[in-house]
């Protein structure tokens, strides 16, 4: 869906991975909230197809963020064209399922740059937005393994997004930006995937489930509802924070 030069009235959001079940579940909440919304995927067909599913204002472009040209020509034309940028949500995220004993320094590194610098990257690059409009939110998608462990370079680069979405925080307030995570525990998607075949999520899902106080997993609508508040004016004095979205499995110290 081609995006159109005009300046919009409606709020704009910015959502990378918003081909996947996350993104695209925020994508669909925003766009429910009145938003004008561009997803942004690595893979162009699936960033199309949330657009197509949505009613409402939703374009979807590639977009790879672990490539600093690919993220400068993404912020550069959705502001050029919609005119303003409101809202990032950096749902873009990658999980090699690698041990201490397995890294790939390879793997080790596009994790890095897609789930860590990318954000870094996207918020620079829309600081000149932010700072002539003097408003604006970021939010983080995160991830429980910040507290709990995982596997070692996706959960680093998880508590890595933590330190940053409060340095940021601390940085962008002077311009009106509020910058917030929302960190989920196991959702079922396709990302989850990465974890391994459908016969190990399916153990690892009920696992989950046993040490959940509520007893349910999260779905990507959960998430999408936290996201959708931390971009809205409801959440106008709140930053810095990480919102945990995980039927209280964040309580527990174990998985």
């Given at each position: ?33 009145g ?9 162009l ?20 963020v ?9 912020v ?24 201490l ?9 596009r994790?890095?740059?897609?789930n ?9 690059a ?51 930006v ?10 079922r ?67």
């Amino acid at each position: 869906m081609p995006i159109h030069p005009h300046q919009t009235d409606t709020p704009v959001a910015l959502i990378t991975g918003g081909g996947g079940d996350i993104g695209g579940a925020a994508a669909a909440r925003l766009a429910a909230d009145g938003w004008t919304v561009v997803v942004g995927d690595l893979d162009l067909a699936a960033a199309l197809a949330t657009a197509e599913r949505i009613p409402g204002a939703v374009h979807g472009r590639r977009l790879d963020v672990a490539d600093p040209s690919d993220i400068s020509a993404f912020v550069e034309g959705a502001g050029a064209e919609l005119g303003r940028i409101d809202a990032v949500v950096c749902a873009a995220g990658i999980e090699p399922a690698q041990d201490l004993a397995g890294i790939d320094v390879d793997a080790w590194d596009r994790t890095q740059h897609v789930n860590l610098r990318g954000p870094a990257l996207i918020a620079q690059a829309v600081l000149p937005w932010w700072a002539r409009q003097r408003s604006g939110a970021l939010v983080n998608i995160g991830s429980r393994t910040w507290l709990g462990g995982g596997h070692p370079g996706y959960a680093a680069s998880k508590a890595g997004l933590v330190g940053l979405t409060r340095s940021l925080a601390m940085e962008l307030a002077p311009l009106g930006v509020r910058v917030n995570a929302v960190a989920p525990s196991f959702v079922r998607t396709g990302f989850s995937r990465q974890r391994g075949d459908e016969r190990m999520l399916d153990a690892y899902a009920e696992r989950v489930r046993a040490v959940t106080p509520m007893g349910e997993l999260v779905r990507p609508e959960d998430v999408a509802n936290a996201v959708a508040f931390l971009a809205s004016e409801q959440a106008a004095r709140i930053t810095g924070e990480v919102l945990h979205v995980c039927a209280g499995s964040q309580l527990p110290t174990f998985l």
